[in-house]
């Protein structure tokens, strides 16, 4: 197979965990025969610095012509002083719009390994398996904004088109798994949740009838997902509420550096980059976990170029690695050795065969 793929570092770490993405890609092609050309762009603080937008007219046009994107971070306090003008989140929400990626796809799993590496008790985390479907292109965060001295508005809206396509998605993924699905809202307050919970109902009783939903408010829904988190199996949510809920989730595996995502849309060209940040504290000190980018990697394969056992394989070379005790700062044990990146990177590669 030959593909092209947009790599866009970003800010921050985001170079580091990049380059281990591109990485495990070429030892991916070397080993399975295919042929992957990538192509590095700005995007973000980088991209205000280089040329004054956080989402460059290059930058766009080269995502537009892949047939994946590959994402580090975006941000950092450089640019998000409070009269900041231009923000690089702004080259994020723009691009997720230029690739019409609504559905953001976020698998949580708990390797035994790492049980130890994360504040949760152990025995809260057997069986723990979720994937969080998060609606990426409406509500809040893409609504009209205003400010003034005194006040500031951020309108969150949401279409029935919206609610019904991000729900199939989500529905789709349950079907394939336990059949059990939980659409997370805070319809006991808001109008934009109460049609959430609406149009939710009535997708799925016309359109996957066997799946069974439950509805959870987004404040039980944090509570369960500390306390009981073996019982979601698919989480489907709205903008903000997965953003936040997603992050929650991450402590469960131990470490923000182990979870990868996926943006899909109604194409095959998606976006992949791990839910981490840019993490300026430690960008350039070689420490940063590229797990979440090589498992967001797998992801690319599966989604964006349909290479089903070339995704398995990464995933599979990961957890060996893991399970072999090779660990970063952020997931080693107390007085553990660590790893580097590039060390890290090397030891999964290795073990692809």
Wanted: net charge negative; hydrophobic share 40%; charged share 20%.
């Amino acid at each position: 197979m030959e593909a092209l793929i947009t790599v866009l570092p970003g800010d921050g770490i985001g170079a580091e965990v990049c380059g281990a993405g591109v990485q495990s890609l070429e030892r991916i092609a070397e080993v399975y025969g295919h042929h992957f050309k990538f192509s590095e762009q700005l995007i973000g603080g980088a991209g205000i610095d280089a040329t004054g937008s956080p989402f460059p007219d290059e930058t766009r046009a080269s995502c537009k012509e892949s047939n994946a994107v590959m994402l580090g971070a975006v941000g950092g306090p450089k640019w998000s002083g409070p009269n900041a003008a231009i923000r690089p989140e702004q080259g994020l929400l723009a691009l997720r719009a230029e690739l019409e990626v609504f559905a953001n796809i976020r698998p949580v799993q708990i390797l035994d390994e790492l049980a130890d590496a994360s504040p949760i008790k152990a025995d809260r985390l057997r069986n723990v398996d979720i994937i969080v479907v998060r609606e990426l292109t409406g509500g809040i965060y893409f609504g009209e904004k205003s400010r003034t001295k005194d006040s500031a508005t951020d309108l969150c809206t949401y279409h029935r088109y919206e609610i019904e396509r991000i729900i199939r998605v989500a529905a789709k993924l349950a079907s394939a798994r336990r059949n059990k699905l939980c659409s997370v809202d805070k319809a006991n307050v808001l109008e934009t949740s109460r049609l959430w919970r609406d149009v939710t109902t009535s997708t799925l009783a016309n359109e996957f009838p066997e799946l069974e939903c439950e509805h959870i408010l987004v404040d039980a829904a944090a509570m369960h997902l500390i306390n009981q988190p073996a019982a979601f199996d698919v989480i489907v949510t709205e903008n903000m509420f997965g953003d936040i809920l997603t992050d929650e989730a991450s402590m469960l595996a131990g470490s923000m550096g182990m979870l990868p995502s996926a943006s899909l849309g109604d194409t095959s060209c998606g976006l992949y980059e791990p839910i981490h940040g840019s993490a300026p504290d430690i960008a350039g000190k070689g420490i940063a976990n590229p797990c979440g980018m090589i498992a967001s990697v797998a992801l690319l394969l599966r989604h964006s170029l349909g290479l089903e056992e070339e995704a398995t394989a990464l995933e599979q070379a990961i957890h060996q690695t893991i399970a072999d005790g090779v660990r970063t700062a952020d997931i080693a044990a107390n007085n553990g050795a660590t790893s580097t990146t590039s060390e890290m990177t090397s030891a999964i590669i290795q073990r692809l065969q």
